[in-house]
């Protein structure tokens, strides 16, 4: 019973370059959140994603981020242009309902970004 | 400033003896719950509150929600020195899925 997949684990990319996250959720679960950890801190919301649609993305920077959970495959993140403050751990979270008070969030493994 | 709000920022302690982490939040919610983070590594999910429950455990777990204070504590009795990581708590508010995290608790257990 795979749980949350995230690739790469690790991804070195250089300013301007772009960055394609990957987060395949536990199977049966349509709902995908994504989160960016910077060093010390907690997590910070990104965006919320059922099949084929935005839910919340009100954590997401205006420019240069988006994301995609597509009928077949898996989420991806993608920042364009990276810059070395986009340099932070990248979580993937899925659930199986995507109601609220006891849907619990299931994590990935993470991609660590690290921007030169 | 963010909401869920951990305290003490660190906390070391001997093996076998309780550690207590407090959480305080701001506004209303659907459900409170802790994660552990061991470092460099992924979230693994410890235990879920709601917000009309007052208190649950889970094995050497112990967590307690004051929805008047806004405030929750988890308790894990008797430490083990796996037990060292950093521990957040994360708060669902009413109306969103979107979970708001804390800033969380580095727990250091001496064997």
């Known amino acids: 019973n795979a749980g949350v997949m995230q690739n790469p684990r690790h991804l070195v990319r250089r300013r301007g370059q772009e960055a394609r996250l990957r987060c395949s959720p536990v199977?049966?679960?349509?709902?995908v959140y994504w989160y960016r950890q910077l060093p010390e801190e907690g997590l910070k919301f990104m965006v919320y994603?059922?099949?084929?649609?935005?839910?919340?993305e009100s954590g997401m920077p205006k420019e240069r981020f988006s994301a995609e959970f597509p009928k077949e495959g898996p989420s991806i993140l993608r920042i364009q242009q990276v810059v070395r403050g986009d340099s932070a751990a990248y979580f993937c979270?899925?659930?199986?309902?995507?109601?609220?008070?006891?849907?619990?969030?299931?994590f990935g493994p993470g991609t660590r970004l690290t921007v030169l | 400033s963010q909401q869920g709000e951990e305290d003490p920022q660190a906390l070391s302690i001997q093996e076998g003896e309780n550690a207590t982490m407090n959480c305080s939040y701001k506004?209303?919610?659907?459900?409170l719950q802790w994660y552990r983070q061991n470092s460099g590594r992924g979230l693994v999910h410890l235990i879920l509150?709601?917000?009309?429950?007052r208190e649950k455990h889970s094995g050497r777990l112990r967590v307690t929600l004051d929805t008047s204070k806004k405030s929750s504590s988890l308790l894990i009795t008797a430490s083990r020195a796996a037990d060292t990581a950093s521990y957040f708590c994360a708060t669902e508010g009413t109306g969103r899925r979107a979970l708001t995290f804390g800033s969380g608790t580095r727990l250091q257990v001496q064997p």
């Open positions: 509150i709601r917000s009309n429950e």
């Open positions: 506004t209303s919610i659907n459900n």
């Open positions: 979270a899925s659930s199986p309902l995507g109601t609220s008070g006891t849907d619990t969030q299931y």
């Open positions: 994603l059922q099949k084929e649609n935005i839910i919340d």
């Open positions: 199977k049966g679960h349509s709902h």
